[in-house]
């Protein structure tokens, strides 16, 4: 559930909205949630096959973010009981050595999912890489396999961070069947997933991007508004509907710290709900990404087992 804020949009005599203060999506809450759930599941796929599900950060360079970001991944897979199999690559280090390492990780079947940090250092260029990382091992939902998975509605790994988005969703108790959805922003990594995961849940889903005319008059058909766009303050009340969940994806370092795409304090006062940053998306993203790595070993091991009944 949502903080309480003061609750349904209240309507002047006119017709018109009174000021109110959006509920606050507690993402922090809800990622401590899902990181306990994934602690017991990991101990539980311990229990049944004796090794713990492992994930593989590779990093590649000394980018002071990449090195932050893998850090916390590893830290807090470790705190869900999850193997730690991390490789640090030289900045200098070429492809066909990346290359090497990612096909070795797909080969060790002690390793459940494997992650390449991005970006990459001198401006290589990931796609062909990520194709490396076998689907079953693809615990960012990035390889076109996951995505052609994800497309055809069909079982899989899905990217972390509009799994998080579904899941805040979910735990609020936002209706989506039926529900206008607009995601502003139509990247491979949060937009267009973000989009499907709508679909799938039968939101009425409007993709808005960089070219999109007239971006306010989009958005303000939005039961549920995505913002994506990775443009801070993008998105303020004159985008938004009275009464409308406003989920703020982005984040971007400024003066006074993390903000976000979306105007917070204009926005609250139309919104019915909104996701803060810090605190909103953000901490829900490597939470998914422990789940992903759990549901990953878990379903390695039956396939596993598939294979071994049928040969006997
Ligand atoms: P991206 O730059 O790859 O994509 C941005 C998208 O927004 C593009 O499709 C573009 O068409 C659209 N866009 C840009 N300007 C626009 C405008 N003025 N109006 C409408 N659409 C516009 O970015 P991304 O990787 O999708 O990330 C988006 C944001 O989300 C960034 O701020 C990023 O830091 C953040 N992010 C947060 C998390 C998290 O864990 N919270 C994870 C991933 C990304």
């Known amino acids: 559930m949502a903080l309480r804020g003061q609750g349904d949009p209240a309507r002047r005599p006119d017709g018109g909205v009174l000021r109110m203060t959006a509920d606050v999506i507690d993402g922090r809450r809800v990622a401590d949630t899902v ?8 101990a539980a796929f ?26 916390n991944k590893r830290r807090s897979a470790a705190a869900v009981g999850i193997a730690d199999f991390h490789r640090h690559l030289d900045e200098a280090s070429s492809r066909v050595e990346v290359a090497a390492v990612l096909a070795e990780l797909a080969d060790d079947p002690d ?19 990520i194709e490396l990382i076998p689907v079953a ?49 139509r990247s491979e990594l949060v ?9 799938q ?25 995505i913002a994506a ?6 998105i303020g009340s004159e985008h938004v509907k009275a009464g409308a969940t406003v989920v703020d994806v982005g984040i971007h370092r400024g003066e006074s710290g993390l903000v976000g795409d979306v105007r917070a304090d204009d926005v609250r006062q139309v919104a019915r709900r909104l996701t803060p940053v810090p605190g909103g998306v953000g901490p829900m993203t490597i939470a998914m990404l422990l789940a992903n790595t759990v549901t990953a070993a878990e379903a390695q091991h039956q396939a596993l087992n598939r294979v071994g009944g049928e040969g006997q």
Not at 46 to 71: C, K, N, W
Not at 201 to 222: F, G, K, P, Y
Not at 229 to 234: E, I, Y
């Open 35 to 42: 990181r306990n759930e994934t602690a017991r599941r990991a």
């Open 46 to 71: 311990r229990e049944r096959t004796g090794r713990a599900p492992g994930l593989a950060t590779v990093l590649v360079g000394e980018d002071p973010a990449s090195r932050v970001y893998v850090a």
């Open 111 to 129: 390793v459940s999912g494997i992650l390449l940090q991005l970006p990459l250092p001198g401006g290589i260029d990931p796609s062909d890489l």
């Open 137 to 185: 091992k693809d615990v960012d939902g990035l390889t076109t396999a996951s995505q052609g998975l994800l497309a055809r509605n069909r079982p899989g790994l899905r990217p972390c961070t509009p799994s998080g988005v579904i899941r805040l969703l979910q735990d609020a108790e936002v209706p989506l069947a039926g529900a206008e959805a607009v995601v502003v922003g």
């Open 191 to 199: 937009g267009r997933p973000m989009a499907q995961l709508l679909l």
């Open 201 to 225: 849940e039968d939101a009425t889903v409007t993709m808005a991007h960089s070219r999109t005319r007239n971006l306010a008059e989009v958005t303000r058909r939005a039961d549920v508004l």
């Open 229 to 234: 766009a990775g443009v801070p303050g993008l």
